[in-house]
């Protein structure tokens, strides 16, 4: 259609161009009229622009639009990666020190419990004594004094915090299938001496404060 009318526009002009006189020649009497060659001249240009209009229609190349859709699968995982491994992030002392004699630790672990369970989220840390991920750590083992205790999170700048809050510890991660295999400990009965004098501001810690965090029930034997 565009190209039709833009041919008759063309035509008019050509027509008004070639054959002025058959719109201004006037007449001997003074009358408009019109001459036989401008009639013979409307011919040829008629003929002209249907011929010129014939070839610009059955000219125009006949056009498609094709639609590409976009991929908005999401990238597939490379099959040699195990979807379930996690990694684990720890800081690992003897159990006295983590247990009996660091004044804010307890506090520490009870505060960040309560935090998250006013906010509802998924508990993510636990304390494991005489874990068993400590056999990849040699350079570890031969530094600490046993029975060892770890704090063990999926929380890695918590448990930065948590090294660099507690200071005499040392700190690591690890990966496993599953949480089991993570927090496996080796079975140990934790004794602690009391002191003769206790001169600290605050009460000493209870014994057993900790099984709260402990991730299973049978991973601290019962105390007498």
């Given at each position: 259609?565009?190209?039709?009318?833009?041919?008759?526009?063309?035509?008019?002009?050509?027509?008004?161009?070639?054959?002025?006189?058959?719109?201004?020649?006037?007449?001997?009497?003074?009358?408009?009229?019109?001459?036989?060659?401008?009639?013979?001249?409307?011919?040829?240009?008629?003929?002209?622009?249907?011929?010129?209009?014939?070839?610009?229609?059955?000219?125009?190349?006949?056009?498609?639009?094709?639609?590409?859709?976009?991929?908005?699968?999401?990238?597939?995982?490379?099959?040699?990666?195990?979807?379930?491994?996690?990694?684990?992030?720890?800081?690992?002392?003897?159990?006295?020190?983590?247990?009996?004699?660091?004044?804010?630790?307890?506090?520490?672990?009870?505060?960040?419990?309560?935090?998250?369970?006013?906010?509802?989220?998924?508990?993510?840390?636990?304390?494991?004594?005489?874990?068993?991920?400590?056999?990849?750590?040699?350079?570890?083992?031969?530094?600490?004094?046993?029975?060892?205790?770890?704090?063990?999170?999926?929380?890695?700048?918590?448990?930065?915090?948590?090294?660099?809050?507690?200071?005499?510890?040392?700190?690591?991660?690890?990966?496993?299938?599953?949480?089991?295999?993570?927090?496996?400990?080796?079975?140990?009965?934790?004794?602690?001496?009391?002191?003769?004098?206790?001169?600290?501001?605050?009460?000493?810690?209870?014994?057993?404060?900790?099984?709260?965090?402990?991730?299973?029930?049978?991973?601290?034997?019962?105390?007498a």
């Amino acid at each position: 259609m565009v190209v039709l009318a833009s041919n008759v526009c063309m035509a008019s002009q050509l027509i008004q161009y070639h054959n002025p006189h058959k719109f201004l020649l006037p007449s001997v009497s003074g009358t408009s009229r019109s001459s036989s060659s401008s009639s013979s001249s409307n011919s040829r240009i008629n003929t002209q622009f249907l011929s010129i209009s014939s070839q610009s229609i059955t000219g125009v190349t006949p056009f498609t639009i094709s639609a590409v859709a976009a991929d908005t699968s999401p990238p597939s995982s490379s099959p040699d990666k195990d979807q379930t491994t996690q990694r684990y992030y720890f800081v690992v002392a003897n159990a006295k020190f983590m247990l009996d004699e660091e004044e804010h630790f307890k506090e520490l672990m009870f505060e960040r419990l309560r935090l998250f369970e006013e906010r509802k989220i998924k508990q993510d840390f636990w304390l494991v004594v005489e874990p068993k991920f400590l056999e990849k750590f040699p350079n570890i083992t031969k530094r600490l004094k046993r029975p060892a205790v770890a704090l063990v999170s999926t929380n890695r700048p918590w448990i930065t915090y948590m090294k660099l809050r507690l200071d005499r510890v040392l700190s690591e991660s690890y990966e496993a299938d599953s949480v089991e295999e993570a927090l496996a400990s080796n079975p140990v009965k934790l004794e602690f001496e009391k002191p003769e004098n206790w001169v600290a501001p605050y009460e000493k810690y209870e014994y057993g404060w900790w099984e709260t965090f402990l991730p299973f029930a049978s991973q601290q034997p019962p105390q007498a």
